[in-house]
């Protein structure tokens, strides 16, 4: 996903030009969170165009797969050919889809990535970092708990 340089941001509800009346704070706050809305929604769909990309190039390839194992077929191929094209088709497909969604996951973590770096400003991110294990950031993402569930303490298989 190609994302376009971030313009440095100032602080949150920095004071202005030596401004520091309660309603500068909050016209600043609503501005920044506005533009940190805008630019998460700008990051969202860069990464819906990654992904179409990412469609357009797997249905492109799949085509001309199958228009290639039609032509084999029609051409003069010898009896083996009539299992060995077909069978040869389903591994390159298979191949080809775990390949789509392996790159529509990298697609959709990077642009979750940048979305979520959109609002770093906004908080002590090292501090939010340092206080979750990996464990609980694994967690986090969707279905990952059914594919490594986590294990029982010693203490809690012992009583089962």
Known sequence: MSSKARVARRPVAAAGQG????????????????????????AMFRGFETMRTIQQQAAQQASARHETAANQMRG????????????????????????YWQELAAAALETQTEIMGCASHLMNADAVLESASAIEALEAVPGVSQLFPRRAAAGSRAKS
């Open 19 to 42: 401004k520091v009346s309660g309603f500068d704070f909050l016209a600043d706050f609503g501005r920044e969170q506005l533009a940190v809305m805008m630019d998460a929604s700008a």
């Open 76 to 99: 003069n191929c010898a009896p083996n050919d009539l299992m060995t094209v077909p069978f040869g088709l389903l591994q390159e497909d298979l191949q080809g889809a775990t390949r």
